[in-house]
């Protein structure tokens, strides 16, 4: 080693020996005194926090909306009102069936019978109390079927016909009420059904309720309505039968040109369909009749081979007899032919 190395280390005290190097128990024993001279530890610990006064927190201003997301909520909002008015709509409405295309000549005749005071039936007693009660309230009903059929010119008028010039005053109903209106018209409706027997009953007197209106209903050309037949003298009778005829003949020319335009529709559209279709039946029909023919031939000769095999039977026994009687016939002329032939070598030897 180096002379300055060791006096490094000597310096550290790393090269002095150690006095306690062989009592080790006197150092644990003294370094055992020196710790617990040491004060002991205290773990209570105590926060204090000075009272801060609340403060509001700044709010934020909220976002300006995106204009897509405006027009969407927008169209939304159309669309749900569409929806709300289209729920608002009565049935023929909603549906697209027929109306009334002059809802001021609509008439309703009573089903109560009344004499001329008002008063009294056709037999002239007077009304009973729940009788009394079905007239006013199939008045009512009847009033608000002409205030919602003139309500509904209005607003969806008829093509070809004059809507009314004002609109009749309607109560503008919650969907919610008018849902359980409905349930409530429904329950009254089975109910009924149950009662009169079964819905092809009901059906069925409808229907025929609505024959015996349509039958005692005639237009008036003049007048531009349909009235009751009865209530018509003959000449407007004999107007309303030539006005029905002249409608009826229309109608009949106007779907005749329409058949008319379909046929010749559908022949360029299918023409060569139609031809090929043609050709394709002709061809079966010649197939068929050849195959009738073919049919018929095999049958006649199947007939007359079933004769032709009986009658070779027949003939192949004709033929064995005729050959069994050339044998014998042959058979005699051998044994003449012998004898003749043996006679004529005696005569032979005779003579010489």
């Not at 009953?201 to 007048?223: I, K, M, N, R, V």
């Not at 031809?275 to 199947?302: D, Y």
């Not at 069994?324 to 003749?340: D, G, I, S, T």
Request: hydrophobic share 35%.
């Amino acid at each position: 080693g180096t002379p300055g190395g060791a006096a490094l280390r000597d310096g550290l005290a790393l090269n002095q020996p150690d006095e306690d190097d062989e009592r080790p128990e006197i150092r644990i024993k003294s370094l055992q005194e020196k710790l617990g001279g040491l004060p002991n530890p205290l773990n209570e610990v105590e926060i204090s926090m000075p009272d801060l006064a609340e403060e509001e927190l700044p709010t934020e201003e909220p976002l300006e909306e995106d204009a897509g997301d405006a027009d969407l909520r927008k169209e939304r909002l159309a669309l749900e009102q569409r929806e709300l008015e289209k729920a608002k709509q009565s049935q023929p409405v909603q549906t697209g069936l027929p109306r009334p295309a002059l809802p001021q000549t609509m008439l309703f005749p009573s089903s109560f019978l009344t004499d001329a005071g008002g008063q009294g039936s056709s037999t002239g007693q007077a009304f009973s109390a729940p009788s009394v009660l079905l007239q006013q309230a199939e008045s009512l009903l009847n009033e608000e079927m002409a205030a919602l059929v003139t309500h509904d010119a209005f607003a969806f008028p008829i093509q070809g016909a004059r809507p009314p010039k004002k609109p009749a005053d309607l109560e503008d109903f919650h969907p919610v009420d008018l849902s359980a209106a409905k349930d409530l018209l429904a329950t009254e409706v089975a109910k009924f059904d149950a009662a009169a027997g079964s819905e092809l009953f009901t059906g069925g007197a409808l229907q025929a309720a609505l024959d015996e209106g349509l039958g005692h209903l005639a237009y008036l050309p003049q007048a531009k309505r349909y009235v009751e037949w009865r209530m018509i003298g003959k000449g407007d009778r004999l107007d309303a039968a030539k006005h029905m005829f002249k409608t009826a003949e229309a109608q009949v020319q106007r779907d005749s040109k329409r058949a008319k335009k379909l046929e010749d529709k559908l022949e360029r559209v299918l023409g060569g369909y139609a031809g090929k279709a043609r050709q394709s039946l002709e061809r079966a029909m010649s197939l068929f009749e050849e195959r009738e023919t073919i049919s018929a031939e095999t049958e006649v000769f199947q007939t007359l081979r079933s004769r032709e095999e009986k009658a070779i039977e027949s003939r192949v026994l004709d033929v064995q007899e005729a050959l069994e009687w050339e044998k014998q016939q042959n058979a005699r002329l051998q044994r003449r032919f012998k004898e003749l032939r043996s006679l004529q070598q005696r005569l032979d030897e005779k003579l010489q």
